[in-house]
Nanobody, 128 residues
Framework: QVQLVESGGGLVQTGESLRLSCAAS????????IGWFRQAPGKEREFVAA????????SYADSVKGRFTIFRDNAKNTVYLQMNSLKPEDTAVYYC?????????????????????WGQGTQVTVSS
C-alpha cells in the first residue's frame, strides 16, 4: 500500500520559514517524480513545485520562485519543501504527490489531475 505522509506544517508569522516533509512508503521512491501542491479555502488546488527522480531537475510556480526550494533524499524516501519568506497568501493545505509518468524534462506534470498518489496534506498558516 502506497503512503505519502506530509508533516512540518504550522502557524508562522510573515517572513518566517517552514520546512515540509513528505515521507513515502510502499513504492520504489526513486522511480517517481514528486510534486508539491497547495489549496487555500475556496480556491483550486495549485502547483507549487516539482522535482525529478534524482532531484536534480526542479520547477516552481512563479509565486514561490526564489522563496521555496524542493529537494529529496532518496535514501530516506523523503522529499522536502523549504519555504522561506512566507507570506499570508501562502496559507493553504500543502500536499505532496507522486507520479512515475514523467515528461521529457524528467519532471512530473504541473497538473494535479495527473498524479498517481497523494498525501493527506498539512496545514500552513501565515499570519500578517
Amino acid at each position: 500500500q502506497v503512503q505519502l505522509v506530509e508533516s512540518g506544517g504550522g502557524l508562522v508569522q510573515t517572513g518566517e520559514s517552514l520546512r515540509l516533509s513528505c515521507a513515502a512508503s510502499g513504492l520504489t521512491f526513486s522511480n517517481y517524480g514528486i510534486g508539491w501542491f497547495r489549496q487555500a479555502p475556496g480556491k483550486e488546488r495549485e502547483f507549487v513545485a516539482a522535482c525529478s527522480r534524482s532531484g536534480i531537475t526542479t520547477s516552481y510556480a512563479d509565486s514561490v520562485k526564489g522563496r521555496f526550494t524542493i529537494f529529496r533524499d532518496n535514501a530516506k524516501n523523503t522529499v522536502y519543501l523549504q519555504m522561506n519568506s512566507l507570506k499570508p497568501e501562502d496559507t493553504a493545505v500543502y500536499y505532496c504527490a507522486a507520479d512515475s509518468r514523467l515528461r521529457r524534462t524528467g519532471l512530473p506534470s504541473t497538473s494535479s489531475g495527473l498524479y498517481e498518489y497523494w498525501g493527506q496534506g498539512t496545514q500552513v498558516t501565515v499570519s500578517s
